[in-house]
């Protein structure tokens, strides 16, 4: 009788096979991205049945440039801001990147399952991107796929991956991986590489500006590990920076030219007397810069009206809860408005402190860690030499050195006859209105890169293809993770300049580059040397299990918040109870479904909690008028319309029911007082107009109704 077959484990099998796939071969781009593919589809992937949430109804369906209306061009989206508005009404948001990709795909379909779905594969890239980064330093395939798969599970990333608009936030990241990883290219080539993929980033967002510096540092950081042979740090750090700048400086230029929205007015006031040169400097900088006016918004951020020292402390405060969420994403939300995210009342407190430390303390220890790194790398080498391992070194390359020379001597030579030869006899050489001489920055960036390919080489720490030691490698991902963590997050911090808002989950997309990086080493590292005591060897894998389990989970949990606009607003209001925008909006949410007494008790919550938001009047009002009690809902509208006398979408809405329901005459007499009281403003117009020609348009003038919900841009709004 023939023995039984023996059983298949399929548990051991799947395990082996998974560990075969991450273990056996060099990650390629295509090998890394399938796993993270089918991650990113899994944990980010909404309802096919969802619908425009928040944000995405003002990107999408009223973006005059998506929907083509007015006549606008394919090529209008420079002349654009991200939601599709002229320079004169722009809320600062410059993006056209993601613009020309919506408008390409809008006519392939208008659903908001496809726009959002393309989103979730870019993550993915990004992932991949990551992992190949960290393979390229270390050379450790299990460490280069842990840094990608903790970049894509992170849960905090879930708002900016499973919205439709954080595509920005993805292209951005996009752009600073592709200019990070075009720092492996030789150095005639890198500059190109770097030049171009921050382009691509600045122009998807304004955030990508943070590589400007980032990216050099890598460059310095990275040298010997991408380029054993011939590191020439300063040579190719100063390459990076030259072609980091050019790109930061052509993007400025043309935003201004092709996006000229008006100055900020707080720029335009005069410095005081004895200002220093350095706040002159800062000054000269930002009326170069020429950022578009940001809205101040108390509700949206409170720290926009409270003095610097109460503004820094509450900004630490939020920099620490949001670093707490990268690793303990207990709650997420997609808004945190007033007064979730009060201002401060005191300066020290538990979490400002702990913001402060961990604000400089990563980047001096990311530059301690690139120090000890340095030492240990010339130990190596050395002691290659002295057990007699080394090889022959990489001869130097003198027709590259010379072709390099010549290179670096035109560069100046074409700004000398621009300034001294053709200015002076008036003759003007122009590439599409820039000074031909600007030619000689990628000239100059390139000889750099060149010098750095002509040099001599020397011994190289390790074998071309083996695993690089933790100890030097790891610590250089450890170096730019910290510096980048803290470099990438200060611009959105409400330190330097006061934003829109006082938080958001998406500000992290490039941070958590950074955090990535640093977890990854960490857990390689402490695995690695407890691998070595048979009863401790489990310790990290488990670990490291729950943790990205926990992250899996809640980045799931978060994406179904997506689910719906109703879905979402409930999702948001129950995380961040203490936020009046997120109880509105669910009150909103349900009116739409016809649950208005919900919706009336949500509106007396966020009106609880913001008493002096004309928004939650008029909202609170609006929910009474429509219930059939427009008596009670005109001391909300009276309160509302001379709080926010210019917000004339409030009060269209509730000079619309007033007149449905046959109650705006009865009003007439406090209406005249409110408007003589706001004189210049909407309220003062739109009053008068709705009293006296409220019969012939049926109520407000149709062309200043608003939007409604899921509707497409009004006709005026080109």
């Known amino acids: 009788m023939p023995a039984p077959a023996p059983r298949t484990n ?203 510096p980032l990216v050099p540092f890598a460059a310095l950081v990275f040298a010997p590990h991408l380029h054993p042979e011939r590191p020439a740090r300063i040579l190719r750090t100063t390459a990076a920076l030259v072609a980091s700048v050019f790109a930061f400086v052509l993007y400025v230029e043309l935003r201004k030219r092709w996006f000229p929205s008006p100055t900020p007015a707080e720029l335009l006031e005069p410095l005081p007397e004895g200002a220093s040169q350095l ?3 800062a000054r000269a900088f930002l009326l170069w810069f020429h950022q578009a006016p940001l809205p101040r918004d108390p509700l949206n951020n409170p720290l926009a009206e409270v003095d610097l ?12 809860r949001g670093l707490v969420q990268v690793v303990f994403p207990r709650t997420l939300s997609g808004d945190y408005s007033f007064p979730q995210e009060p201002a401060p009342d005191r300066l020290v407190f538990p979490e400002s402190v702990l913001g402060g430390l961990f ?25 290659i030499v002295r057990l007699g391992l080394a090889g022959p070194t990489a001869p130097g390359r003198p027709r590259l050195a010379v072709v390099a020379a010549v ?30 001489a600007i030619l000689a920055v990628p ?13 001599r080489g020397v011994v190289p720490p390790d074998a071309p293809e083996a695993p690089r030691p933790l100890g030097r490698a790891g610590l250089a991902l450890v170096a730019v993770g910290l510096v980048w963590l803290v470099g990438s997050y200060f611009p959105h911090s409400n330190i330097p300049v006061v ?45 490291f299990v729950a943790f990205f389990v926990f992250q899996c989970v809640k980045a799931y949990t978060h994406a179904m918040d997506y689910r719906s606009d109703l879905t979402f607003w409930e999702a948001t209001k129950d995380a961040v109870p203490m936020s009046a925008k997120a109880h509105l909006n669910f009150s ?19 009106l609880e909690l913001a008493p002096d938001w004309a928004m939650a009047h008029v909202y609170t009002g609006d929910t009474l008028c429509r219930m059939g009690r427009p008596d009670e809902a005109w001391p909300h509208y009276e309160i509302g319309f001379g709080k926010g006398a210019n917000e004339i979408g409030l009060l269209a809405l509730g000079l619309q029911c007033l007149y449905d329901v046959k109650k705006l005459k009865e009003h007439e007499d406090a209406l005249r007082a409110l408007a003589e009281e706001h004189p210049g403003t909407w309220l003062a117009y739109l009053a008068i107009d709705t009293l006296d020609n409220g019969e012939k348009h049926g109520g407000v003038d149709p062309k200043h109704r608003p939007r409604s919900y899921n509707e497409g841009p009004k006709d005026n709004a080109e």
């Not at 030789?186 to 955030?207: D, N």
């Not at 220890?365 to 790194?373: C, D, L, P, R, Y």
């Open 10 to 212: 399929y548990f051991r099998a799947a395990y082996a096979w998974c560990r075969e796939y991450v273990l056996g071969y060099d990650p390629g781009f295509f090998w890394v991205l399938a796993p993270f593919i089918l991650l990113c589809m899994v944990l980010y992937t909404r309802a096919p049945t969802t619908n425009y949430i928040f944000d995405e109804q003002e990107a999408l369906l009223a973006n005059p440039y998506v929907n083509a209306t007015g006549g606008l061009r394919y090529i209008d989206a420079i002349f654009r801001d991200f939601w599709g508005l002229p320079p004169d009404r722009s809320v600062g948001s410059y993006r056209p990147v993601p613009n020309f990709l919506w408008r390409a795909l809008w006519a392939i379909s208008k659903q908001p399952f496809f726009h959002h779905f393309y989103n979730v594969l870019f993550h993915a890239v990004n992932g991949a991107l990551l992992s190949l980064v960290t393979f390229r330093i270390t050379r450790r395939r299990g460490t280069a796929y842990l840094a990608g798969a903790i970049f894509v599970s992170a849960a905090i990333l879930t708002e900016a991956v499973s919205g439709i608009v954080g595509i920005a936030d993805v292209f951005g990241g996009m752009g600073a991986l592709l200019a990070v990883l075009a720092l492996a290219l030789p150095g005639w080539l890198m500059p190109a590489g770097v030049f171009f993929a921050l382009l691509f980033g600045l122009f998807s967002k304004e955030s990508a500006v943070v590589c400007v």
């Open 279 to 281: 706040s002159r400097a």
């Open 309 to 320: 020292p109460h503004r820094v402390a509450g900004a630490l405060r939020v920099y620490f």
């Open 359 to 383: 604000l400089i303390g990563p980047p001096l220890a990311g530059i301690v860690a690139w120090i000890v790194g340095v030492v240990r790398e010339r130990a190596a080498r050395k002691e």
């Open 407 to 436: 290179l670096f001597a035109l560069a100046p030579a074409l700004v000398a006859i621009e300034v001294f030869v053709l200015r002076p006899r008036g003759i003007s050489l122009t590439l599409r209105g820039f000074s031909w």
């Open 443 to 455: 000239i100059f960036a390139i000889s750099l890169g060149l010098f750095a390919e002509g040099t």
């Open 499 to 543: 934003l829109p808002t006082v938080r958001a989950e998406r500000f992290w997309y490039f941070p958590v580059i950074g955090t990535s990086l640093v977890l990854a080493v960490a857990f390689a590292a402490v695995h690695e040397r407890l691998s070595k005591r048979p009863r401790l060897r489990f310790v990290v894998p488990a670990v």
């Open 588 to 606: 909103v949410m349900k009116g739409a479904r016809q649950d208005m007494e919900t919706r009336l008790a949500e509106s007396r919550k966020a």
